[in-house]
């Protein structure tokens, strides 16, 4: 079964700070990779995504994220964050190889990010 | 398209009544996912649907909750009877299987926030 960790449950910074929000997976097989965020009382939108390819797959906002196979990890970085980066961001995980449930995803609890003037 | 509609946005009950969650999908859509989020167990998909038929209902907690589509632009989640451990906030989703992960590009409704006296 596979199963997501998002190691931290808050991180604050500061308004042009970098930001790093951590994600670990674990999964017997090959894994799509994706990041979700969720503002406050809406549902989640998709940020960035990994199927294949190049390991680093950027967002339209500055956001990106790195594929790292041997770590099994997904991290989310920004290098300048700005207030209306404020919200709760998920990472999910999801099987290749599971038949017609490859389309369920497995998210993570979330870390809510908070950027303070 | 206006998205994925859910209602009613806010619903208070007490213990023993009879919850309606609804749902209505991004027309074409042939994916429909329930999830619950709650802050103890994080997102936790409770049942999908492929063309209208249920694929996979594993994460459905028990007996009391159940769920139906119709139809491809309806879909109801409901529990009876409630009971307070029910509270949470219930998200529909909706996707379209196209080659590359696509079915795991959710698009959230805003959710409907349940609250059981």
């Known amino acids: 079964a596979q199963s997501v960790t998002q190691l931290d449950s808050q991180v604050p910074v500061f308004e042009e700070a970098p930001v790093e929000l951590r994600c670990n997976y674990s999964s017997s097989v090959s894994v799509y990779l994706f990041w979700y965020v969720q503002y406050p009382n809406q549902g989640l939108q998709l940020l960035l995504k990994?199927?294949?390819?190049?390991?680093l797959v950027e967002s339209i906002n500055g956001f990106e994220a790195e594929f790292n196979k041997s770590q099994t990890s997904f991290h989310l970085r920004k290098p300048s964050v700005h207030i209306s980066d404020t919200a709760e961001y998920f990472c999910?995980?999801?099987?290749?190889?599971?038949?017609?449930?490859?389309?369920?995803?497995?998210f993570g609890k979330g870390t809510l990010l908070t950027v303070n003037p | 398209d206006a998205g994925v509609i859910q209602s009613p946005r806010h619903e208070v009950t007490e213990m023993g009544q009879e919850v309606t969650l609804r749902c209505k999908p991004i027309?074409?859509?042939?994916?429909l996912f329930w999830y619950r989020q709650t802050m103890m167990r994080g997102l936790e998909l409770l049942i999908y649907f492929n063309n209208n038929v249920p694929i996979d209902d594993s994460g459905m907690p028990e007996d009391r909750f159940s769920a139906k589509m119709p139809n491809a632009s309806f879909s109801t989640l409901k529990i009876q009877p409630s009971e307070p451990r029910d509270s949470a906030v219930y998200f529909c989703?909706?996707?379209?299987?196209?080659?590359?992960?696509?079915?795991?590009?959710?698009?959230f409704g805003a959710g409907s926030r349940l609250t059981v006296l």
């Open positions: 989703a909706s996707s379209l299987s196209v080659r590359g992960a696509g079915a795991n590009v959710l698009t």
């Open positions: 027309s074409g859509h042939d994916y």
């Open positions: 990994y199927l294949s390819g190049s390991t």
């Open positions: 999910a995980v999801s099987d290749l190889y599971s038949g017609g449930s490859n389309y369920k995803l497995t």
